[in-house]
């Protein structure tokens, strides 16, 4: 007695696609280097870099990896979570270093939570640590 397991099983659309899934994984899974994502920092604020509307805020890249960095500043925010939030970037590939940012017209008297931040294609990377400062009072 002879079993065809595969009768009626797999028809011939259901080879072709099969196939092409098939394809799609293959292709999918043979890409070119795997992305090794930027490094940064979030440095501590320095008090003379603070006053009642302003303050000057700094981040470190200390490693470019090698995805294509479009972007790079400092994300600001009255909460924790960081919603609502500002951002405030320069739009171009950084070099490893440090850099700085500056942010007007805040709240006097006000605590204030930053952090350094990548743009990668559509993606962001940020900082594991965030900072926080209050701004002077009148």
Known sequence: MKINFFKGFISGNSIKV???LTVVILVNSCSDDPVVLPILTTLKVNPDDVTTNSAILKGRITYLGNA???EYGIELSKNQLFTPS????IKSSPDTGIFAIEFKNLDPGTLYYFKAYLVINTAQVYSQNVEKFTTKSK
Not at 86 to 89: F, I, V
């Open 86 to 89: 500002d951002t405030n970037g």
């Open 68 to 70: 294509k960095i479009i």
């Open 18 to 20: 099969f196939l092409v």
